[in-house]
Protein backbone atom coordinates (compact mmCIF):
# COMPACT_ATOMS: atom_id res chain seq x y z
CA UNK A 1 0.00 0.00 0.00
CA UNK A 2 2.78 2.38 1.05
CA UNK A 3 4.86 1.79 -2.36
CA UNK A 4 1.14 2.55 -4.34
CA UNK A 5 1.21 5.82 -2.52
CA UNK A 6 5.07 6.68 -3.10
CA UNK A 7 4.26 5.88 -6.80
CA UNK A 8 1.45 8.14 -7.17
CA UNK A 9 3.69 11.07 -5.58
CA UNK A 10 6.08 10.59 -8.05
CA UNK A 11 3.91 10.25 -10.72
CA UNK A 12 2.31 14.10 -8.94
CA UNK A 13 5.76 15.26 -8.85
CA UNK A 14 6.87 14.41 -12.37
CA UNK A 15 3.60 16.20 -13.82
CA UNK A 16 3.87 19.29 -11.52
CA UNK A 17 7.42 19.44 -12.41
CA UNK A 18 6.30 19.15 -16.57
CA UNK A 19 3.52 21.48 -16.45
CA UNK A 20 5.89 23.81 -14.20
CA UNK A 21 8.69 23.41 -17.05
CA UNK A 22 6.22 23.82 -20.14
CA UNK A 23 5.13 27.32 -18.63
CA UNK A 24 8.61 28.26 -17.93
CA UNK A 25 9.10 27.77 -21.69
CA UNK A 26 6.34 29.05 -22.81
CA UNK A 27 7.16 32.68 -21.55
CA UNK A 28 10.25 32.96 -22.95
CA UNK A 29 8.81 32.66 -26.03
CA UNK A 30 6.40 35.34 -25.66
CA UNK A 31 7.84 38.88 -27.54
CA UNK A 32 9.03 42.40 -25.50
CA UNK A 33 7.27 45.28 -27.21
CA UNK A 34 9.28 48.21 -28.24
CA UNK A 35 8.93 51.55 -29.57
CA UNK A 36 9.58 51.79 -33.03
CA UNK A 37 13.16 54.17 -33.26
CA UNK A 38 13.47 57.77 -34.14
CA UNK A 39 12.96 58.06 -38.52
CA UNK A 40 14.69 61.40 -38.37
CA UNK A 41 14.90 64.67 -36.31
CA UNK A 42 12.97 67.58 -36.87
CA UNK A 43 14.86 71.33 -36.89
CA UNK A 44 13.06 73.82 -35.23
CA UNK A 45 14.25 77.24 -36.21
CA UNK A 46 13.36 80.20 -33.86
CA UNK A 47 15.09 83.78 -33.98
CA UNK A 48 18.40 83.13 -32.18
CA UNK A 49 17.70 79.65 -31.41
CA UNK A 50 17.10 75.93 -33.06
CA UNK A 51 15.94 72.96 -31.70
CA UNK A 52 16.06 69.27 -32.84
CA UNK A 53 12.91 66.58 -31.70
CA UNK A 54 12.18 63.24 -33.25
CA UNK A 55 9.83 61.73 -35.59
CA UNK A 56 8.84 59.24 -36.44
CA UNK A 57 8.33 57.53 -40.31
CA UNK A 58 4.91 58.96 -40.79
CA UNK A 59 5.91 62.45 -39.54
CA UNK A 60 4.91 61.78 -36.16
CA UNK A 61 6.06 63.58 -33.07
CA UNK A 62 7.75 61.23 -30.81
CA UNK A 63 8.09 64.22 -27.68
CA UNK A 64 6.02 67.61 -27.41
CA UNK A 65 7.62 70.08 -28.83
CA UNK A 66 7.61 73.25 -26.23
CA UNK A 67 10.29 76.13 -27.64
CA UNK A 68 10.59 79.50 -27.23
CA UNK A 69 13.10 82.32 -29.49
CA UNK A 70 15.86 83.94 -28.12
CA UNK A 71 14.32 87.11 -26.79
CA UNK A 72 11.23 85.26 -25.07
CA UNK A 73 8.75 86.87 -28.18
CA UNK A 74 7.75 83.85 -30.36
CA UNK A 75 6.92 80.45 -28.84
CA UNK A 76 5.93 77.30 -30.62
CA UNK A 77 4.30 74.05 -29.03
CA UNK A 78 3.43 70.70 -30.80
CA UNK A 79 2.10 68.30 -28.93
CA UNK A 80 3.16 64.62 -28.79
CA UNK A 81 1.78 62.64 -31.88
CA UNK A 82 1.17 65.84 -33.99
CA UNK A 83 2.00 64.93 -37.30
CA UNK A 84 4.42 67.26 -39.25
CA UNK A 85 4.13 67.35 -43.47
CA UNK A 86 5.48 69.29 -46.32
CA UNK A 87 3.07 70.67 -49.12
CA UNK A 88 3.73 66.99 -50.82
CA UNK A 89 2.59 65.21 -47.90
CA UNK A 90 5.81 63.78 -46.72
CA UNK A 91 7.40 63.99 -43.10
CA UNK A 92 8.68 67.49 -42.48
CA UNK A 93 12.21 68.24 -41.81
CA UNK A 94 12.22 71.52 -40.36
CA UNK A 95 9.73 74.47 -39.04
CA UNK A 96 11.53 78.12 -39.32
CA UNK A 97 9.73 81.64 -37.94
CA UNK A 98 11.56 84.40 -38.96
CA UNK A 99 10.54 88.48 -38.53
CA UNK A 100 8.96 90.08 -41.65
CA UNK A 101 9.06 93.31 -42.86
CA UNK A 102 7.27 93.33 -45.96
CA UNK A 103 3.41 92.54 -45.56
CA UNK A 104 1.45 95.15 -45.92
CA UNK A 105 0.17 97.32 -43.18
CA UNK A 106 -3.36 96.84 -41.66
CA UNK A 107 -6.31 98.79 -42.92
CA UNK A 108 -7.69 101.66 -40.95
CA UNK A 109 -9.16 101.08 -37.37
CA UNK A 110 -6.59 98.63 -36.56
CA UNK A 111 -2.77 98.99 -35.40
CA UNK A 112 -0.32 96.03 -35.44
CA UNK A 113 1.44 95.64 -32.37
CA UNK A 114 4.87 94.62 -32.78
CA UNK A 115 6.09 92.83 -36.01
CA UNK A 116 5.22 90.20 -38.01
CA UNK A 117 6.43 86.73 -38.47
CA UNK A 118 6.68 83.94 -41.11
CA UNK A 119 5.99 80.28 -40.14
CA UNK A 120 7.62 78.23 -42.95
CA UNK A 121 8.30 76.40 -45.21
CA UNK A 122 5.21 77.11 -47.61
CA UNK A 123 3.07 74.78 -47.54
CA UNK A 124 3.79 72.80 -44.74
CA UNK A 125 0.84 71.34 -42.22
CA UNK A 126 0.06 70.57 -38.88
CA UNK A 127 -2.46 68.10 -37.73
CA UNK A 128 -4.19 68.87 -35.68
CA UNK A 129 -2.49 72.00 -35.05
CA UNK A 130 0.04 74.13 -33.60
CA UNK A 131 0.03 76.69 -30.80
CA UNK A 132 1.80 80.32 -31.64
CA UNK A 133 2.27 82.50 -28.87
CA UNK A 134 3.08 85.95 -30.23
CA UNK A 135 4.74 88.16 -27.02
CA UNK A 136 3.95 92.39 -27.73
CA UNK A 137 4.95 95.25 -25.41
CA UNK A 138 1.89 96.83 -23.70
CA UNK A 139 4.03 100.37 -24.07
CA UNK A 140 3.22 100.48 -27.78
CA UNK A 141 -0.50 99.75 -27.70
CA UNK A 142 -2.27 103.15 -29.82
CA UNK A 143 -4.87 105.25 -27.31
CA UNK A 144 -7.81 103.03 -26.42
CA UNK A 145 -6.43 99.79 -27.91
CA UNK A 146 -7.73 97.23 -25.30
CA UNK A 147 -5.09 94.48 -23.95
CA UNK A 148 -7.97 91.80 -23.79
CA UNK A 149 -9.40 92.17 -27.39
CA UNK A 150 -5.70 91.74 -29.04
CA UNK A 151 -5.52 88.40 -31.79
CA UNK A 152 -3.38 87.31 -34.05
CA UNK A 153 -4.06 87.62 -37.97
CA UNK A 154 -2.65 85.96 -40.72
CA UNK A 155 -2.00 87.63 -44.10
CA UNK A 156 -3.63 86.22 -47.25
CA UNK A 157 -4.08 88.13 -50.35
CA UNK A 158 -2.81 91.52 -49.33
CA UNK A 159 -5.13 91.96 -46.01
CA UNK A 160 -5.06 90.54 -42.45
CA UNK A 161 -7.66 87.81 -41.11
CA UNK A 162 -8.22 87.45 -37.69
CA UNK A 163 -7.14 83.48 -36.46
CA UNK A 164 -10.62 82.08 -35.54
CA UNK A 165 -8.82 80.73 -32.19
CA UNK A 166 -7.08 82.95 -29.78
CA UNK A 167 -6.13 83.51 -25.96
CA UNK A 168 -4.73 86.31 -24.51
CA UNK A 169 -2.49 86.72 -21.41
CA UNK A 170 -2.41 89.96 -20.06
CA UNK A 171 0.10 88.90 -16.84
CA UNK A 172 2.86 87.30 -19.63
CA UNK A 173 2.02 90.16 -22.29
CA UNK A 174 0.86 87.54 -24.81
CA UNK A 175 -1.40 85.83 -27.37
CA UNK A 176 -2.14 82.63 -28.71
CA UNK A 177 -3.15 81.04 -31.35
CA UNK A 178 -3.65 77.42 -33.19
CA UNK A 179 -2.40 77.03 -36.65
CA UNK A 180 -2.86 74.65 -39.24
CA UNK A 181 -0.40 75.75 -42.04
CA UNK A 182 2.29 77.86 -42.55
CA UNK A 183 1.60 81.78 -42.53
CA UNK A 184 2.47 85.26 -41.90
CA UNK A 185 1.00 86.44 -38.40
CA UNK A 186 1.66 89.62 -36.20
CA UNK A 187 -1.01 90.66 -33.63
CA UNK A 188 -3.51 93.33 -34.28
CA UNK A 189 -5.61 95.42 -31.63
CA UNK A 190 -8.76 97.40 -32.69
CA UNK A 191 -8.60 101.41 -32.23
CA UNK A 192 -11.39 103.04 -31.25
CA UNK A 193 -13.59 104.90 -33.34
CA UNK A 194 -12.65 108.10 -34.35
CA UNK A 195 -15.11 110.99 -32.42
CA UNK A 196 -17.08 112.32 -35.24
CA UNK A 197 -15.53 115.40 -37.03
CA UNK A 198 -17.60 118.48 -35.74
CA UNK A 199 -19.16 121.49 -37.79
CA UNK A 200 -16.62 123.90 -39.29
CA UNK A 201 -15.09 125.49 -42.25
CA UNK A 202 -11.76 124.28 -41.96
CA UNK A 203 -10.12 121.15 -43.69
CA UNK A 204 -11.23 117.75 -41.27
CA UNK A 205 -14.77 119.16 -40.25
CA UNK A 206 -17.91 118.75 -41.17
CA UNK A 207 -19.24 121.32 -44.26
CA UNK A 208 -21.88 123.39 -42.95
CA UNK A 209 -25.20 122.39 -44.54
CA UNK A 210 -26.92 124.78 -46.64
CA UNK A 211 -30.07 125.39 -49.21
CA UNK A 212 -30.01 128.12 -51.63
CA UNK A 213 -31.95 128.71 -55.03
CA UNK A 214 -29.84 128.40 -58.07
CA UNK A 215 -30.23 130.34 -60.77
CA UNK A 216 -32.93 127.76 -62.36
CA UNK A 217 -35.24 128.70 -59.48
CA UNK A 218 -35.18 125.41 -57.82
CA UNK A 219 -33.08 124.70 -54.27
CA UNK A 220 -30.32 122.64 -53.77
CA UNK A 221 -29.55 121.38 -50.13
CA UNK A 222 -25.70 120.09 -49.20
CA UNK A 223 -26.78 116.94 -47.26
CA UNK A 224 -28.92 116.13 -50.86
CA UNK A 225 -25.23 115.20 -52.17
CA UNK A 226 -23.53 114.18 -48.79
CA UNK A 227 -26.02 112.12 -46.56
CA UNK A 228 -28.89 111.08 -48.96
CA UNK A 229 -26.33 109.91 -52.36
CA UNK A 230 -22.94 109.38 -50.32
CA UNK A 231 -21.33 111.97 -52.83
CA UNK A 232 -18.14 113.77 -52.92
CA UNK A 233 -18.37 117.16 -53.68
CA UNK A 234 -16.42 120.34 -55.44
CA UNK A 235 -17.85 123.62 -54.23
CA UNK A 236 -16.49 126.88 -56.27
CA UNK A 237 -16.93 130.44 -54.90
CA UNK A 238 -16.56 132.94 -57.45
CA UNK A 239 -17.62 136.38 -58.77
CA UNK A 240 -17.91 138.00 -61.67
CA UNK A 241 -15.88 140.61 -61.28
CA UNK A 242 -13.03 138.34 -60.63
CA UNK A 243 -10.29 137.91 -63.27
CA UNK A 244 -9.49 134.40 -62.42
CA UNK A 245 -12.73 132.79 -62.01
CA UNK A 246 -13.65 132.49 -65.39
CA UNK A 247 -10.89 130.48 -66.75
CA UNK A 248 -11.09 128.76 -63.23
CA UNK A 249 -15.05 127.64 -64.30
CA UNK A 250 -14.01 126.52 -67.64
CA UNK A 251 -12.16 123.63 -66.28
CA UNK A 252 -14.47 122.83 -63.60
CA UNK A 253 -17.19 122.33 -66.07
CA UNK A 254 -14.37 120.06 -68.07
CA UNK A 255 -14.40 118.61 -64.56
CA UNK A 256 -17.76 118.06 -63.83
CA UNK A 257 -17.64 116.61 -67.94
CA UNK A 258 -15.04 114.10 -67.08
CA UNK A 259 -15.19 113.16 -63.10
CA UNK A 260 -18.89 113.18 -62.74
CA UNK A 261 -18.65 109.23 -63.59
CA UNK A 262 -16.93 108.63 -60.78
CA UNK A 263 -19.59 110.20 -58.67
CA UNK A 264 -18.70 113.71 -57.86
CA UNK A 265 -20.93 116.54 -57.77
CA UNK A 266 -20.15 119.95 -58.97
CA UNK A 267 -21.70 123.16 -57.26
CA UNK A 268 -20.20 126.70 -57.98
CA UNK A 269 -21.74 129.53 -55.59
CA UNK A 270 -21.82 132.86 -56.82
CA UNK A 271 -21.54 135.74 -54.14
CA UNK A 272 -23.08 138.88 -54.46
CA UNK A 273 -23.87 139.17 -58.37
CA UNK A 274 -27.32 139.67 -59.99
CA UNK A 275 -29.01 136.79 -61.30
CA UNK A 276 -29.26 138.33 -64.82
CA UNK A 277 -25.64 139.13 -65.05
CA UNK A 278 -24.83 135.69 -63.18
CA UNK A 279 -27.17 134.22 -66.20
CA UNK A 280 -25.48 135.69 -69.09
CA UNK A 281 -22.21 134.79 -68.27
CA UNK A 282 -22.94 131.06 -67.31
CA UNK A 283 -24.85 130.85 -71.04
CA UNK A 284 -21.79 132.91 -72.74
CA UNK A 285 -19.44 130.13 -71.73
CA UNK A 286 -22.07 127.41 -72.08
CA UNK A 287 -21.71 126.41 -68.51
CA UNK A 288 -23.69 123.35 -67.30
CA UNK A 289 -23.25 122.37 -63.58
CA UNK A 290 -25.10 124.06 -60.81
CA UNK A 291 -24.69 127.92 -60.03
CA UNK A 292 -26.60 129.09 -56.71
CA UNK A 293 -26.74 132.17 -55.98
CA UNK A 294 -25.45 133.71 -52.61
CA UNK A 295 -26.77 137.16 -53.13
CA UNK A 296 -26.18 138.82 -49.68
CA UNK A 297 -22.68 136.55 -48.68
CA UNK A 298 -24.16 134.56 -45.92
CA UNK A 299 -22.95 131.34 -47.22
CA UNK A 300 -19.26 132.65 -48.19
CA UNK A 301 -19.29 133.85 -44.76
CA UNK A 302 -20.13 130.84 -43.50
CA UNK A 303 -17.64 129.30 -45.39
CA UNK A 304 -14.95 131.92 -44.12
CA UNK A 305 -14.60 132.71 -47.68
CA UNK A 306 -12.06 135.86 -47.78
CA UNK A 307 -10.72 135.91 -51.78
CA UNK A 308 -12.72 134.36 -54.29
CA UNK A 309 -12.14 132.02 -56.21
CA UNK A 310 -12.06 129.40 -52.93
CA UNK A 311 -12.63 125.65 -53.74
CA UNK A 312 -13.73 123.13 -51.41
CA UNK A 313 -13.10 119.32 -51.53
CA UNK A 314 -15.87 117.24 -49.39
CA UNK A 315 -15.69 113.74 -49.28
CA UNK A 316 -18.91 111.76 -49.59
CA UNK A 317 -19.19 111.66 -46.09
CA UNK A 318 -19.25 115.50 -46.04
CA UNK A 319 -16.01 116.24 -44.48
CA UNK A 320 -13.92 118.86 -45.64
CA UNK A 321 -10.68 117.47 -47.57
CA UNK A 322 -9.30 120.10 -48.92
CA UNK A 323 -9.50 123.83 -49.28
CA UNK A 324 -7.86 126.20 -52.25
CA UNK A 325 -7.78 129.87 -51.81
CA UNK A 326 -7.16 131.48 -54.42
CA UNK A 327 -7.09 129.94 -58.83
CA UNK A 328 -5.23 126.76 -59.42
CA UNK A 329 -2.68 126.68 -62.62
CA UNK A 330 -4.62 124.63 -64.10
CA UNK A 331 -7.02 121.05 -64.72
CA UNK A 332 -4.00 118.72 -63.41
CA UNK A 333 -3.33 120.58 -59.78
CA UNK A 334 -7.05 120.84 -59.54
CA UNK A 335 -7.49 116.87 -60.46
CA UNK A 336 -4.72 116.35 -57.90
CA UNK A 337 -7.09 117.38 -55.32
CA UNK A 338 -9.75 115.71 -56.16
CA UNK A 339 -8.00 112.36 -56.09
CA UNK A 340 -7.85 113.13 -51.74
CA UNK A 341 -12.36 112.99 -52.34
CA UNK A 342 -12.78 110.22 -54.69
CA UNK A 343 -10.90 106.44 -54.55
Known amino acids: MMTKILKVLLALVLVGGSGLLAISCNSELMPTPTEEPPAYQLEVNLPGVSYKFPVDSIGSLMAKVDVSSADGAVKLVLDKGTVVRDKDGKPLQVIRVAQNTVQPLPSGGV ?48 QWHPQSYRRVDIQSRSVTTQITGSATLTILGTLPPAPPPVEGSEVGNLAPDFEFRSIEGTYISLRDFSQKESR ?10 CPGCLDELTSIQQIEDEWSSKGLAVLTINVGDAVEKVQELVDNNKLYFSVLLDAAGDLAAKYNVSSYPTTFFIDKRGVIQVIKNGAFRDKAEMETSLRKIIS
Open 111 to 158: QQVGPAYTLEPSGAAFNPFLWLTLGYDPGKLGEGVEESGLYIASQNGG
Open 232 to 241: PILINFWQTG
